[in-house]
């Protein structure tokens, strides 16, 4: 892999997700006009996710956790890891758009003040056919949100405890700290499928 100092890490957590592996770390892969790196961090996968990876390994920065720790604690191991002044994260089952990070980190660079950026998200089928746009502001998500990364690790990360709804908590927490501007362009995404997180049982009930 390069050395040079990368201007934005994406961070992807995956779990058992690598039907959608290849797909979402093509799209991570593929940024213009701007130097990422890409950090998956996998949270002890027992599908065939290490064989997708495996192309792959070359270009990425690889990290298989000892123990499953959760998407909220993935998630601080990424960030912890990258070298990006500023770090968003995908999904393992979803993916973005070429520009992404090249837009959302000049948002930053002129507007240093806040503490990261959103980007609005369209909702895909399995054949990538979309199905409907969202705004980040009315319909929020876990990822497409670019931090700036040192002020992210200042005021804690996201709560390892929280299995569910750490992004929610994230804002809850840091009160008036948590400010984010908004991209009204749908860059990242968004898999439906059978298997989404937000689907499980206990993801609308988990307390935040």
Not at 147 to 164: I, V, W
Not at 166 to 179: A, F, H, I, Q
Request: glycine content about 6%; proline content about 2%; charged content about 30%.
């Amino acid at each position: 892999m390069v050395n040079k100092i990368p201007q934005v890490s994406i961070i992807i957590t995956n779990y058992n997700y690598g039907k959608y592996l290849s797909r979402c770390l093509r799209s991570c892969l593929s940024q213009k006009y701007i130097d990422c790196e890409v950090i998956v961090v996998d949270d002890v996968s027992s599908d065939d996710s290490d064989k997708i990876i495996k192309p792959f390994l070359n270009d990425i920065v690889y990290i298989k956790n000892k123990k499953n720790l959760g998407v909220a604690g993935s998630s601080n191991v990424g960030v912890e890891n990258c070298r990006g002044r500023y770090f968003v994260r995908v999904d393992a089952d979803d993916y973005i758009q070429s520009d992404m990070c090249y837009m959302m980190n000049y948002y930053l660079e002129e507007n240093s003040n806040l503490f990261g950026v959103a980007c609005d998200y369209w909702m895909v089928d399995n054949y990538e056919e979309k199905i409907e746009r969202k705004s980040s502001k009315i319909d929020n998500i876990s990822c497409g949100i670019m931090y700036q990364k040192e002020l992210f690790m200042e005021l804690g990360g996201y709560d390892e405890t929280m299995r569910h709804r750490e992004e929610e908590n994230l804002r809850k927490r840091l009160g008036g700290k948590y400010t984010l501007g908004h991209l009204e362009i749908p860059f990242y995404r968004y898999r439906m499928h059978n298997n989404n997180k937000t689907k499980e049982p206990e993801y609308k009930t988990w307390e935040i």
